[in-house]
Nanobody, 127 residues
């Protein structure tokens, strides 16, 4: 079973930037869809971004489109989430997850498509 560890979270002012990293161990993530999700206090966990195994295909939640960028370095077994123009409503615990060995354009946003999760990293955006 792959182990995922997120890092890079913290406290930032509105308009600022953060870069989250998700390092995988025990198994390669090469060949697998990877995703980022987030959960704000009192809210359900929601989809943020997904990337295909090659990095050629990416998708984003409407709320982050144009501000966040997902990328991956398969050689380093790591996935990233660059977050720019942060807003207070981006405050949440951010989780990365390993998906299927294919990319589904109809279900990349569904938690059921992902079977391994990290412990999360807290992102807090102050106004």
């Amino acid at each position: 079973q792959v182990q995922l560890v997120e890092s890079g979270g913290g406290l930032v002012q509105a308009g600022g930037s953060l870069r989250l990293s998700c390092a995988a161990s025990r198994r390669t993530i090469r060949g697998y869809t990877m995703g980022w999700f987030r959960q704000a206090p009192g809210e359900e966990r929601e989809f943020v971004a997904a990337i295909s195994w090659s990095g050629a295909t990416t998708d984003y939640a409407d709320s982050v489109k144009g501000r966040f960028t997902i990328s991956r370095d398969n050689a380093k077994n790591t996935v990233y989430l660059q977050m720019n123009a942060l807003k207070p409503e981006d405050t949440a615990v951010y989780y990365c997850a390993t998906g299927k060995p294919y990319y589904s354009r109809s279900s990349y946003y569904a938690e059921a498509e992902y079977d391994a999760w990290g412990q999360g990293t807290q992102v807090t955006v102050s106004s």
